[in-house]
């Protein structure tokens, strides 16, 4: 079995900035993607940015130029700094990874059990 724990959260003002992070913890396992996602209450999960194995980074829009993932493959942590926030970033921010078992195939998807970043204004 696979844990992602995920910390960083918390209340910032607009223009602030917060970094989260998300530990994939277990064994036998090979990561291929890791990423944030986010969700509104009443609303659809939302990608904001992954990054795969190979260092490969994709942003939504909405972040670009604000945002920044980056992992450390040694502790299968991925961070996001997040600068220049502003009150639509308000959401639960949730760390998923797709992995690989070493003796099964398939990709298997795992999530975190989210965090909450609140920007006020």
């Known amino acids: 079995q696979v844990q992602l724990v995920e910390s960083g959260g918390g209340l910032v003002q607009a223009g602030g900035s917060l970094r989260l992070s998300c530990t994939a913890s277990?064994?036998?396992?090979?990561?291929?993607?890791m990423g944030w996602y986010r969700q509104v209450s009443g609303k659809q999960r939302e990608l904001v940015a992954d990054?795969?194995?190979?260092?490969?980074?994709n942003y939504a829009d909405s972040v670009k130029g604000r945002f920044t993932i980056s992992t450390d493959n040694a502790k299968n942590t991925v961070y996001l700094q997040m600068n220049s926030l502003k009150p639509e970033d308000t959401a639960v921010y949730y760390c998923?990874?797709?992995?690989?078992?070493?003796?099964?195939?398939?990709?298997?998807?795992?999530w975190g059990q989210g965090t909450q970043v609140t920007v006020s204004s």
């Open positions: 998923k990874t797709v992995l690989k078992w070493r003796l099964i195939s398939g990709e298997y998807d795992y």
């Open positions: 990054i795969s194995s190979a260092g490969r980074t």
């Open positions: 277990g064994s036998l396992f090979s990561i291929n993607v």
